[in-house]
């Protein structure tokens, strides 16, 4: 994993899509150690679960089974826990003069020499400002800008008759940004930053999503000064945040480069040693390679690997994506889709053009599926119809509504798409339409998409905003099929498949298996000593 460290990594395919992936390619067995849900049909499972594989961790959740793993590692003196402080040492002072004035004044002596000691402002001039008029020019001197600001800024005769000079490092604005998140629960309040019962209705923060750039620094000084808050009894909530979330980073588009050795032959990148290469790289375009499987190889000479990386966007590299463009040929939508259809919003994912106008493909088909895009007007289309939804258009939307609603509760934009365009593909070439549907999807796309929506909400007949509407509800009892589709088996090899009632018996799905016309010339001459029923989910039968 070339963003990570070292690049070597933990490979656990069974929780990870890319050791998913990676363990397929090279035919390496893949142990599940957390269990799925029963609905989940994917491969790999990122998410909670109990623990399975794992011998005496099984059935604990992953809290647990790290903990007994301490312990056990703990009492047979092969490790033990330890806490690791990432916070260091803060330089706090800076050299300009926008920043924050530190509200601290240093004693002079009888010829106006620091004497080492200093004093805080009195808390009635609080808090220290920056001085107005302050006309900045550098002065070539290693002393901070506000060094040059007036003198009726810069000294102070204190009570006692010392001489006095302001500090002139300025604080590098974390006093304001450390906090923020406080005085925004109660901005008008001049007697504290924050009061105890705005604070009760307010605090912790529920949700913070900052940048990968915010993840160590800003995140970390903002709950050290929110717990020093906290232990000097000014805040009731010992933590600031509930969650915390630090979506990656959008890198330019991938480049795709190519190698020749001295005498003009491709030589595959993998073979390429950067250091002592004395050969041509060749800068090559999305129609020079197709992809193969984790690879980019040439078209034209498909044993021949390129190198596809994707660089942090920066003007100095030509890469730098302009979203005033991409709104300008795409659309704001096409362009607010796509950043969430990139991939999980905690990855670091490289920009795309062709994954724009994929997405922009993607909404001028809901578009269709709705409007009549050959009327002269914006009209509806012709197949929508206050029809009634047959059982399997019911249980697509439902199934739907659950699916995104749950996947943006889980911040997993991406796969919420993925529903909507699922969704698009079952119903788009319907005819009729259903009407009452259509409603409901408009709803579900319009976070992603909300100027599109805002028009087809209005096109099937609503007058008001679907700012408005409540949000689709999930009726279960639409999800259950009344079908279902069981695999067959032959001495454990699959031959068929069947469907049957979701509630037959274990003789009628028996029956219905024999009875299959592929399965029946498996069994042929055959004698089954033993038939395994599953219901609902497999039959099995030994011949010998």
Same mark, same amino acid.
Not at 156 to 183: F, H, I, V
């Given at each position: 994993?070339?963003?990570?460290?070292?690049?070597?990594?933990?490979?656990?395919?069974?929780?990870?899509?890319?050791?998913?992936?990676?363990?397929?390619?090279?035919?390496?067995?893949?142990?599940?150690?957390?269990?799925?849900?029963?609905?989940?049909?994917?491969?790999?499972?990122?998410?909670?679960?109990?623990?399975?594989?794992?011998?005496?961790?099984?059935? &604990?959740?992953?809290?647990?089974?790290?903990?007994?793993?301490?312990?056990?590692?703990?009492?047979?003196?092969?490790?033990? $826990?330890?806490?690791?402080? *990432?916070?260091?040492?803060?330089?706090?002072?800076?050299?300009?003069?926008?920043?924050?004035?530190?509200?601290?004044?240093?004693?002079?002596?009888?010829? =106006?020499?620091?004497?080492?000691?200093?004093?805080?402002?009195?808390?009635?001039?609080?808090?220290? #400002?920056?001085?107005?008029?302050?006309?900045?020019?550098?002065? =070539?001197?290693?002393?901070?800008?506000?060094?040059?600001?007036?003198?009726?800024?810069?000294?102070?005769?204190?009570?006692?008759?010392?001489?006095?000079?302001?500090?002139?490092?300025?604080?590098?604005?974390?006093?304001?940004?450390?906090?923020?998140?406080?005085?925004?629960?109660?901005?008008?309040?001049?007697?504290?930053?924050?009061?105890?019962?705005?604070? !009760?209705?307010?605090?912790?923060?529920?949700?913070?999503?900052?940048?990968?750039?915010?993840?160590?620094?800003?995140?970390?000084? $903002?709950?050290?000064?929110?717990?020093?808050?906290?232990? /000097?009894?000014?805040?009731?909530?010992?933590?600031?945040?509930?969650?915390?979330?630090?979506?990656?980073?959008?890198?330019?588009?991938?480049?795709?480069?190519?190698?020749?050795?001295?005498?003009?032959?491709?030589?595959?990148?993998?073979?390429?040693?950067?250091?002592?290469?004395?050969?041509?790289?060749?800068?090559?375009?999305?129609?020079?390679?197709? #992809?193969?499987?984790?690879?980019?190889?040439?078209?034209?000479?498909?044993?021949?690997?390129?190198?596809?990386?994707?660089?942090?966007? %920066? #003007? %100095?590299?030509?890469?730098?994506?302009?979203?005033?463009?991409?709104?300008?040929?795409?659309? !704001? @939508?096409?362009?607010?889709?796509?950043?969430?259809?990139? =991939?999980?919003?905690?990855?670091?994912?490289?920009? $795309?053009?062709?994954?724009?106008?994929?997405? %922009?493909?993607? &909404?001028?088909?809901?578009?269709?599926?709705?409007?009549?895009?050959?009327?002269? @007007?914006?009209? &509806?289309?012709?197949?929508?119809?206050?029809?009634?939804?047959?059982?399997?258009?019911? /249980?697509?939307?439902?199934?739907?509504? *659950?699916?995104?609603?749950?996947?943006?509760?889980?911040?997993?934009?991406?796969?919420?798409?993925?529903?909507?365009?699922?969704?698009?593909?079952?119903?788009?070439?319907?005819?009729?339409?259903? /009407?009452?549907?259509?409603?409901?999807?408009?709803?579900?796309?319009?976070?992603?998409?909300?100027?599109?929506?805002?028009?087809?909400?209005?096109?099937?007949?609503?007058?008001?905003?679907?700012?408005?509407?409540?949000?689709?509800?999930?009726?279960? %009892?639409?999800?259950?099929?009344?079908?279902?589709?069981?695999?067959?088996?032959?001495?454990?090899? &699959?031959?068929? +498949?069947?469907?049957?009632?979701? @509630?037959?018996?274990?003789?009628?799905?028996?029956?219905?298996? !024999?009875?299959?016309?592929?399965?029946?010339?498996?069994?042929?001459?055959?004698?089954?000593?033993?038939?395994?029923?599953?219901?609902?989910?497999?039959?099995?039968?030994?011949? +010998?």
């Amino acid at each position: 994993l070339i963003s990570y460290g070292t690049g070597a990594i933990m490979a656990v395919p069974g929780q990870d899509e890319r050791d998913w992936e990676f363990a397929e390619v090279f035919d390496l067995p893949i142990v599940r150690t957390v269990q799925p849900p029963e609905e989940f049909d994917g491969k790999a499972y990122p998410g909670d679960g109990p623990a399975i594989n794992s011998e005496f961790l099984d059935g &604990l959740d992953i809290d647990a089974a790290k903990q007994r793993i301490i312990e056990h590692l703990s009492t047979t003196g092969q490790g033990d $826990s330890a806490l690791n402080y *990432k916070l260091r040492d803060w330089l706090f002072s800076r050299q300009h003069f926008w920043g924050e004035p530190f509200p601290v004044w240093h004693e002079l002596d009888e010829e =106006g020499n620091l004497t080492g000691l200093m004093r805080a402002e009195s808390e009635e001039n609080l808090p220290a #400002k920056l001085p107005e008029n302050f006309e900045f020019k550098p002065h =070539g001197r290693p002393d901070p800008p506000l060094e040059e600001a007036p003198d009726e800024w810069l000294y102070r005769t204190g009570e006692d008759g010392t001489r006095l000079k302001r500090e002139t490092n300025s604080m590098p604005q974390w006093a304001g940004s450390c906090w923020y998140y406080l005085r925004f629960a109660d901005p008008k309040n001049n007697d504290r930053f924050i009061d105890a019962e705005a604070e !009760a209705n307010w605090l912790p923060v529920d949700l913070y999503i900052g940048g990968a750039e915010h993840a160590v620094l800003h995140l970390l000084y $903002s709950r050290f000064w929110h717990k020093v808050l906290f232990d /000097r009894g000014h805040l009731q909530t010992p933590e600031p945040f509930t969650r915390l979330v630090n979506q990656g980073m959008i890198l330019g588009e991938a480049e795709l480069t190519g190698f020749r050795d001295e005498s003009g032959e491709w030589v595959s990148s993998r073979d390429v040693d950067s250091e002592t290469f004395s050969g041509e790289k060749v800068s090559l375009t999305a129609d020079d390679v197709q #992809k193969r499987g984790e690879e980019f190889v040439l078209t034209e000479h498909p044993e021949i690997v390129i190198d596809s990386r994707a660089y942090k966007m %920066s #003007k %100095s590299r030509g890469n730098v994506i302009n979203p005033d463009d991409i709104v300008a040929e795409y659309g !704001a @939508d096409s362009l607010r889709l796509y950043e969430m259809f990139m =991939g999980p919003l905690e990855a670091t994912k490289p920009w $795309s053009m062709s994954g724009v106008e994929g997405v %922009s493909r993607f &909404l001028g088909r809901v578009w269709r599926m709705i409007a009549d895009d050959r009327a002269d @007007d914006v009209t &509806l289309n012709q197949a929508i119809a206050d029809a009634e939804p047959d059982e399997d258009q019911q /249980r697509m939307l439902h199934r739907t509504i *659950k699916a995104v609603t749950e996947d943006i509760e889980k911040l997993s934009f991406n796969t919420a798409i993925s529903r909507l365009m699922e969704f698009t593909n079952a119903l788009g070439q319907a005819d009729p339409r259903p /009407r009452s549907l259509m409603g409901p999807f408009v709803l579900l796309l319009s976070p992603f998409a909300p100027h599109l929506a805002e028009e087809l909400w209005n096109l099937l007949g609503h007058d008001e905003s679907l700012a408005y509407e409540p949000w689709p509800e999930c009726d279960e %009892s639409l999800l259950v099929t009344s079908t279902v589709e069981i695999p067959v088996q032959v001495n454990g090899k &699959l031959r068929g +498949k069947v469907v049957v009632a979701a @509630d037959a018996e274990q003789e009628a799905i028996q029956e219905a298996a !024999a009875a299959d016309e592929t399965v029946a010339r498996f069994l042929e001459e055959k004698t089954v000593v033993k038939t395994v029923v599953v219901p609902g989910r497999l039959v099995n039968f030994v011949v +010998k």
